[in-house]
């Protein structure tokens, strides 16, 4: 036995429902219409929640290593965001790295002549300091 259905039976049979048209797809942010069904994906920052692919989830870039903050990494919904040490300011080429600021560059030459800086107690904490993992010696 045979079916043979008539060319508008066929249209509708395989006639296609673009859930993300119709909003009955419940993406929460990415919709893509496949014929037949449909696609849930995230944003840049976001990955798709494991126990429900319609939701999804902030990237910790700091937690998972993969921001470039060469000091502080804070992270924020969909992205992240850099920031240096006292003492330091964000590189305006690259907001990644931190600069040494000029007013501590002054501070340090002044004071250079003043101090021993062949005490291992000072040197310990300028080397600490100026790698960003420490505050300024005050002396
Ligand atoms: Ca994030």
Known sequence: MSIKLS????????????ECATNTANCQQICTNTIGSFNCSCNPGFSTNVTNTSLCDD????????STCQQICMNTI???RCSC??????????TSLC???LK???????????????DQEIREKFRQFLQGNGRMPSI
């Open 7 to 18: 060319e508008e039976q066929l249209d509708f049979f395989f006639a296609d429902i673009d």
């Open 85 to 94: 040490h006292p003492g330091f300011s964000i590189n305006v080429m690259n």
């Open 99 to 101: 600069d040494v600021q």
């Open 104 to 118: 501590v560059i002054l501070r340090l030459s002044v004071i250079s002549d003043d101090v021993n800086l062949s």
């Open 59 to 66: 990237i910790d870039e700091c937690a998972t290593n993969t």
């Open 78 to 80: 969909g992205s992240f």
